[in-house]
Nanobody
């Protein structure tokens, strides 16, 4: 069974950078769109950024110009470079991917376990 494994969260001061990584473990036939979501306490999960297989990206307005999403198709991985972080970026960040793997019957939505990002003011 394919799992998404995240890393890179932590505590950072406002204005600082942080880089999140996520890779699919296990046998993968293909991965379509990959993305990052976040959920702050008391709020619903929201899209931060996503990227297609061809590298087409889109971002939430709140992170445009500060965050950059990228992917390495050979490594089945997606990254989120976060710069100029703000306290309001504090949340649990989740990796998401549409994955076709053995036994899945087609592309299925998969989620990572989440990684905490805390930005201090």
């Amino acid at each position: 069974q394919v799992q998404l494994v995240e890393s890179g969260g932590g505590l950072v001061q406002a204005g600082g950078p942080l880089r999140l990584s996520c890779a699919a473990s296990g046998t993968v036939y293909s991965i379509a769109t990959m993305g990052w979501y976040r959920q702050a306490p008391g709020k619903t999960r929201e899209l931060v950024a996503r990227i297609t297989t061809d590298g087409i990206t889109n971002y939430d307005d709140s992170v445009k110009g500060r965050f950059t999403i990228s992917r390495d198709n050979a490594k089945n991985a997606v990254y989120l470079q976060m710069n100029s972080l703000k306290p309001e970026d504090t949340a649990v960040y989740y990796c998401n991917a549409n994955i076709w793997s053995p036994g899945s019957g087609g592309f299925r939505d998969s989620w990572g376990q989440g990684t905490q990002v805390t930005v201090s003011s």
